[in-house]
């Protein structure tokens, strides 16, 4: 799993609150990357990071934000959550070529 | 939005046969990767080919590369139960990778 850790890894919340979700590594690596998975699309870039305070938009970035302070932290925000941001997040790292994936975060919006 | 399309959306097989899943993408690639994704667990990376390698092999697993028609296939020789998960083929395109929609696979014991 190369050492990625996601919390929480399930949450519930109400529209209009905002929800910051955290992706942690241990081996230093430069690239992190968010992702939404939902029903028939797929996996879908967020966000991602090319190094400490490095970051840029994806595929589907509106109603979300990142930061990275740290090399092992990257977190994703929700400033005001909606209904439709009710999916599975993964975060995903690089080593070599390859993309190696956290376990997911199930967030839940009411 | 630069997203592959794997095809078939699910496919059923039985123990033993061969699965055959194709993906098809929008753009130049640098390399094209298969993960698989069991219920409700992060992907897990099967294998890559490079955008200069036309056919790859590991283990039971067979990949294809067309980029001239920018598809890819992926073929699981003597399908078992446990190979029961969804298939994704994603592409990386200057470090930012994109995914197709999945192949549900559903080996029958």
């Known amino acids: 799993d190369a050492g990625i850790t996601q919390s929480p890894r399930h949450k519930v919340t109400e529209t209009g609150t905002p929800v910051t979700l955290r992706c942690h590594q241990t081996?230093?690596?430069?690239?992190m990357y968010w992702y939404r998975q939902d029903p028939g699309h797929g996996l879908r870039l967020i966000h991602y990071?090319?190094?400490?305070?490095?970051?840029d938009k994806g595929e589907v970035s509106d109603g979300y934000s990142v930061s990275r302070s740290k090399t092992e932290d990257f977190l994703l925000t929700l400033e005001s959550a909606t209904s439709s941001q009710t999916s599975v997040y993964f975060c995903a790292i690089i080593q070599g070529d390859t993309q190696y994936f956290g376990p997911g975060t199930r967030l839940t919006v009411l | 939005s630069q997203q592959g399309e794997e095809d078939p959306q699910a496919l059923s097989i039985q123990e033993g046969e061969n699965a055959t899943m194709n993906c098809s993408y929008k753009t130049s690639i640098n390399n094209l990767q298969w993960y698989r994704q069991n219920s409700g667990r992060g992907l897990v990376h099967l294998i890559l080919i490079r955008s200069n390698e036309r056919e790859k092999h590991s283990g039971r697993l067979r990949v294809t590369l067309d980029t001239s028609k920018k598809s890819s296939s992926l073929l699981i020789t003597a399908s078992r139960a446990a190979d029961t998960a969804s298939y994704f083929c994603a592409t990386d395109v200057g470090n930012q990778f994109y995914f197709g929609t999945g192949t549900s696979l559903t080996v029958i014991p």
């Open positions: 081996e230093n690596h430069r690239y």
């Open positions: 990071s090319y190094g400490v305070k490095d970051t």
